[in-house]
């Protein structure tokens, strides 16, 4: 059961972008290593970085709605945005 954990937890770290070569080296993060030991300051970095480009897609994550907005804008024509 525990090598099934394990595995789970790898199959996580990949969903997240962490590269197999550090996920391989990770079992320390599954059983709590502290961000002082070399393997928590990776696993640290790679949560840090990994919140840096959750922010960053939620920032462009309404890009493609204001898109779809702007040109229904400009099929419905002059006068559709209450400006004109």
């Known amino acids: ?8 937890f790898l199959i996580r770290l990949r969903g997240t972008g962490m590269p197999i070569a550090r996920c ?3 079992r320390s993060c599954a ?3 502290t961000a002082r ?5 990776r696993c640290s970095a790679h ?3 990994l919140a840096a480009r959750m922010r960053a ?3 462009h994550a309404a890009a ?4 779809i907005h702007h040109d229904e804008r400009l099929l419905d024509g ?7």
């Open 31 to 33: 059983h709590g290593a």
């Open 1 to 8: 059961m525990a090598d099934l954990a394990w595995l789970e």
């Open 24 to 26: 391989s080296g990770s």
């Open 78 to 84: 002059p006068g559709s945005d209450g400006l004109t």
């Open 64 to 67: 493609p709605d204001e898109k």
């Open 47 to 49: 949560s840090a970085g």
């Open 37 to 41: 030991s070399p393997t928590g300051s």
């Open 57 to 59: 897609l939620r920032r």
